[in-house]
């Protein structure tokens, strides 16, 4: 069955392409560390093939390096939207001759910031933006909405002590303990359909995973207010 193209947040897509990057490469001997900035932007494509083409490249692009930091940044183009991948390494020349290379997806490019490859594809439509919590989708997960009320309940009462725990190991600079409480949080999060509060998580999940915590404390400071959010919005009885 074709794929059929649709709209799609570009923040997402990339943060999970660059969450399956993090927990893959290692296995291949190369470190990987992505970073993507929050962004409100949405693209239209068929975006499970266009995942899959991104995922195998970045993977014949592992086997060349034991360490791999890619930083992405889209930029509009009129009613296009471009995906910029700066790689660390990178060289344009190589890259021709890996075996998943696309030339007529992908181009490579040289500027300020560094060098790496692009893709363009049309801008999409803005994107409705859902509750913190979907109550519709907790009560079907958990086989009603009882059940799926105290789940969440069960996940405010151990939060507050999780994302505490996340800001004491940001401040000291644990890079372990920050990948561990982030993935905890981010996946406690989706369990409870708190998808922005489990976006902001692993943003948090993957500077652990690269060990670099340079960014961490501006990102714990969006996480919070998240956090924040969801919880007053929650706790305001919202449906």
Not at 75 to 94: K, M, R, T, V
Request: aromatic content about 10%; glycine content about 8%; proline content about 4%.
């Amino acid at each position: 069955m074709t794929e059929t193209s649709e709209d799609f947040s570009v923040h997402r897509f990339v943060g999970e392409l660059f969450e399956d990057l993090g927990l893959t490469l290692p296995s291949l001997g190369c470190q990987f560390r992505g970073g993507v900035t929050a962004n409100a932007l949405t693209a239209h494509g068929q975006q499970a093939l266009l995942k899959t083409k991104l995922f195998l490249l970045f993977a014949d692009l592992a086997t060349k390096s034991r360490k791999l930091d890619v930083k992405f940044r889209p930029f509009s183009q009129g009613e296009n939207l471009q995906f910029g991948f700066f790689c660390e390494p990178f060289s344009a020349a190589d890259c021709q001759h890996l075996p998943r290379w696309d030339a007529s997806i992908f181009e490579t490019f040289v500027s300020d910031e560094g060098q790496g490859f692009r893709l363009t594809l049309p801008a999409g439509a803005p994107l409705e933006v859902g509750p913190p919590v979907h109550w519709r989708e907790l009560a079907q997960m958990y086989g009603g909405g009882a059940n799926g009320r105290k789940v969440l309940d069960s996940f405010l009462e151990r939060s507050e002590t999780l994302v505490g725990n996340l800001k004491a190991a940001v401040e000291s600079r644990n890079p372990e303990l920050v990948l561990r409480l982030a993935h905890t949080l981010k996946g406690s999060a989706r369990g409870v359909t708190a998808q922005a509060l489990a976006e902001a998580a692993l943003q948090l999940e993957m500077l652990g995973r690269s060990r670099d915590l340079t960014e961490a404390p501006d990102l714990y400071k969006a996480l919070l207010v998240t956090y924040d959010e969801f919880i007053h919005w929650v706790r305001e009885g919202q449906t």
